[in-house]
C-alpha cells in the first residue's frame, strides 16, 4: 500500500508543518481521509465540487467524468456541488480517519443526491489486479459486470450499490461487458482495456437505463491506484 501511505504522509507534512515552530506548542496532526468524485448525474452541466469552503474543482466535473483522491479532514464534512453561484447540491457526510471514499453524485439533476462509497483498497495478489463494479444506472435492476466471452466477473449489483475488489489476473487486456443480471446479452460492450497488476479499478455503470439517447446506459473504468 505504499502509494496509500505516501499520499496520507504528503497531506500530513502539509497540514502540520506550523506546529514544528518552536514558538508555538506542538499539537497532533489532524485526523486525515481521502475521497474521489464521480459524476454520475446524465443531465447536469459540469459542476464546481466544495467539501465545506475548500474547492476542489473548477466546474471541471461533468457527466461521465472523475477526478481522483483527495485528503480531507476526517470527521463531518459538506460535499457541495457549484453551477456558477448557485449551490446545486448539499449533503452531509461522516469521514473516518484514515479511510478511502468515492462520492458519486446520480439521479436527476432536478433532484440530485450524493452516494458515498467506503474504498477498501488492498493490494492485489500477486500477479493480480483487483476490479470493482458500482451500479450507478438510473432505473437499472441489478446489473452484472461480465466478459465478451461470457464470464461474469461481478453479478447482482443494484442501483447505488459497489462491489468488493474482485481480484483478476493483470497485464491483460480485457473487452468489460454490462449485462441485466440474469441475462446473457451485453448491454453495454467496453473498449478494449489493459488491465495492469499491482493495481486497483473501478468499473461504474451510468446513464438512464431505459434510454436510448446519449443519456443511455453507459460504463467507463478508472485507476484507483
Not at 485526523?31 to 466544495?50: G, H, K, Q, R
Not at 459497489?162 to 467496453?190: C, D, L, W
Not at 446519449?214 to 478508472?222: E, K, N, P, S
Request: positive net charge.
Amino acid at each position: 500500500m505504499k502509494q496509500l501511505k505516501l499520499l496520507f504522509a504528503a497531506a500530513l507534512i502539509a497540514l502540520t508543518a506550523v506546529s514544528c515552530k518552536k514558538t508555538t506548542p506542538y499539537t497532533p496532526p489532524p485526523a486525515i481521509s481521502a475521497i474521489s468524485f464521480y459524476d454520475a448525474i446524465p443531465d447536469a452541466p459540469a459542476l464546481s465540487i466544495y467539501l465545506n469552503t475548500s474547492k476542489l474543482s473548477n466546474d471541471s466535473l461533468k457527466y461521465k467524468s472523475a477526478f481522483g483522491y483527495s485528503t480531507a479532514y476526517s470527521g463531518s464534512r459538506e460535499i457541495i456541488a457549484y453551477k456558477g453561484n448557485d449551490k446545486k447540491i448539499s449533503q452531509t457526510v461522516t469521514l473516518k480517519e484514515g479511510l478511502f471514499y468515492s462520492a458519486f453524485f446520480t439521479g436527476n439533476y432536478a433532484a440530485p443526491e450524493v452516494v458515498l462509497l467506503e474504498d477498501s483498497l488492498t493490494n492485489p495478489p500477486t500477479t493480480k489486479a483487483n476490479i470493482r463494479f458500482v451500479n450507478m444506472s438510473i432505473g437499472a435492476p441489478a446489473l452484472d459486470l461480465g466478459v465478451n466471452d461470457g464470464t461474469t466477473v461481478i453479478a447482482n449489483r443494484l442501483y447505488k450499490a459497489n462491489s468488493p475488489y474482485t481480484a483478476i489476473n493483470g497485464n491483460k487486456q480485457y473487452t468489460f461487458v454490462v449485462r441485466t443480471h440474469g441475462e446473457t446479452v451485453a448491454k453495454v460492450t467496453m473498449p478494449s482495456v489493459n488491465i495492469l497488476t499491482g493495481h486497483n479499478y473501478t468499473i461504474w455503470a451510468r446513464g438512464v437505463y431505459t434510454a436510448t439517447d446519449a443519456t443511455a446506459l453507459g460504463a467507463d473504468i478508472v485507476l484507483n491506484y
